[in-house]
């Protein structure tokens, strides 16, 4: 279990922040499936959630069951960010999370991310008017710094702390790696040493071997999973199960197929039947996810080539009826030259 000051998380796995991926219908899909024991919302501008943009508004939104939940903010200026971390705290959030790792160079640029590793003095006066905006926990996402010759996640985590953070996440990865560089995870293990507010890991959590080596070697309090989600959205209760000392959930290619599919239809509602943009995030995430599927490249290439959501739903219910027959163990379409057209 994972406690972030008064708030106890039913496990001590999160769900990352990502634009353009978490939103509401892929949060929902995650926690259906369960294992997962906190969300958080893509990164939202905090002047335009103080302003009431219709967007941020909408990128805010989560369900009344949705519990725990964070919000997170970003931005450079403390008045904007304690005006927008108020309004998180109005909609109902239980945690605001302030982003100071995303590498974006328009993000960076203007607003914040991990920019902010650079700028230690601005990024203390963000957090401190934050904290004194909310009552509700407090959290900051980061990574170790910003290139492998400046790594300052150990100082700016302990700034948090100081001032009033109730937890941290760290992405093992520096801004300038980007999303390639050379593991790294002393900075994090030190980072964890020192502070007595929970230190979460982030960066590359895919299956129980990558927690189990995070976990043993940092000694940290909880993981936090991205990419990792869109490939395998079981990976929670997969580590969940290892957590518990239980087997493994067994996932079949019909319950695969269901939740591909089921995705798509839920997007479809989200983007009021407009199917291109449907089929669109339909894809961004169907690719992630046919890397976690057995001879799942011969799914993506013609699921991403398709042109239409009738062409892609052909293709992926063509992939399962074969992934079927492989798991029955009759025979192998793939291997026979029968694969996916
Ligand atoms: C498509 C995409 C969008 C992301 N958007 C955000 C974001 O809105 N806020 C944030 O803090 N990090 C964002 N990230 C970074 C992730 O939260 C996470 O730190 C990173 O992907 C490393 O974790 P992973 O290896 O488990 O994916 C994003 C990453 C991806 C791939």
Redesign the pocket.
């Known amino acids: 279990m994972l406690r972030i000051r008064d708030i106890d998380i039913e496990n001590n796995l999160i769900l ?7 939103d509401l219908v892929f949060r929902r899909l995650v926690r259906q499936i369960g294992g997962c024991g906190l969300t ?5 501008p905090a002047a335009g959630l103080a302003q009431n943009m219709e967007r941020c508004r909408e990128t805010a939104a989560f369900d009344a069951d949705e519990n725990p939940i964070a919000i ?1 903010v ?1 931005g450079r200026d403390p008045k904007w960010l304690a005006e927008g971390a108020k309004v998180a705290q109005d909609l109902g959030a239980t945690i605001v ?1 302030l ?5 974006s160079k328009k993000v960076c640029a203007h607003s914040g ?1 991990s920019a902010l590793m650079k700028e230690p003095e601005l990024a203390r006066e963000l957090v401190r008017s934050i904290r004194a905006a909310v009552e509700i926990p407090f959290t900051v ?1 980061m ?1 170790t710094g910003w290139n492998p010759q400046n790594k300052n996640a150990l100082q700016i985590a302990r700034m948090c702390q100081e001032e009033g953070a109730e937890a941290v ?1 760290i ?1 093992w ?1 520096t801004r300038e790696d980007l ?1 390639g560089g050379e593991r790294e995870l002393d900075t994090i293990a030190a980072v964890k040493a020192d502070l007595s507010i929970p230190v979460i890991f ?5 299956d129980v071997a990558s927690a189990r080596e995070a976990l043993a070697y940092t000694k940290c309090d909880g993981l ?7 490939r395998n959205p079981w990976v929670f209760r997969e580590i969940e199960a290892w957590q518990k000392g239980l087997p493994a959930p067994v996932v079949d290619a019909a319950a695969k197929e269901a939740v591909l599919t089921g995705y798509f239809d839920a997007l479809l509602n989200k983007y009021g039947g407009r199917e291109q943009a449907a089929l669109g995030r339909w894809k ?1 995430i169907g690719k992630y996810f046919t890397t976690g599927l057995p001879y799942g490249d011969r799914l993506r290439t013609v699921f991403l080539r398709s042109q239409t959501a009738q062409e892609a739903r052909d293709r992926v219910a063509e992939f399962f009826e074969q992934l079927r027959v492989y798991e029955s163990g009759e025979a192998n379409p793939f291997e026979d030259g029968v694969a996916a057209k």
Do not use: L, S, W
Not at 99 to 103: K, R
């Open positions: 990352a922040p990502m634009e353009g991926v978490t958080y919302t893509e990164f939202i997170q970003y999370d982003n100071m790792g995303c590498p991310g996402k990574r996440t992405h990865r999303y982030n960066g590359d959590i895919i936090m999973i991205g990419r990792g989600a869109m961004k």
